[in-house]
């Protein structure tokens, strides 16, 4: 889980690509057995989260402003006992959009923040 003030997605996405770009032989995650196929697992990683930011841009534009309104639909299939860290994935995902330019809000992103489509 990426989770604000630690990361946020694109520190995630910068390291993902690093590590593919090192072209390992093996993954040695810290639980887990061994990843072998490095390149397809790294590329699942990505599109897993890039699929997540396509759904927040889409739950954007149907109206939802806040992290909180988005996070029951987002995650619907999750226990919503996991929704306040679901919270903190997607706070992380904004603040990319946002740095990016492609979501706006007022003041700096974060869980309370209401935020728009740019």
């Known amino acids: 889980m ?5 990361g946020d997605m694109g520190d995630y996405f910068a390291s993902l ?5 090192r072209d390992f032989d093996t993954l040695w995650p810290t639980h887990g057995a061994p990843v072998r196929d490095v390149a397809p697992f790294i590329d699942a ?7 997540r930011e396509a ?4 739950a954007l534009g149907a109206g939802p402003t806040t992290i909180q309104a ?21 706070l992380a995902h904004m603040i990319q959009l946002v740095r990016e330019g492609r979501v706006l809000t007022d003041g700096e992103a974060s869980l309370d923040a209401k935020y728009r489509l740019a």
């Open 45 to 51: 990683y990505v599109a897993h989260r890039r699929a």
């Open 70 to 90: 988005m996070v029951p639909s987002l995650y619907a299939a999750v226990d919503p006992r996991l929704h306040p860290a679901a919270a903190h994935s997607v």
């Open 17 to 21: 690509a690093k590590v593919r770009a």
């Open 55 to 58: 759904q927040i841009l889409e």
């Open 2 to 6: 990426i989770t604000p003030p630690d």
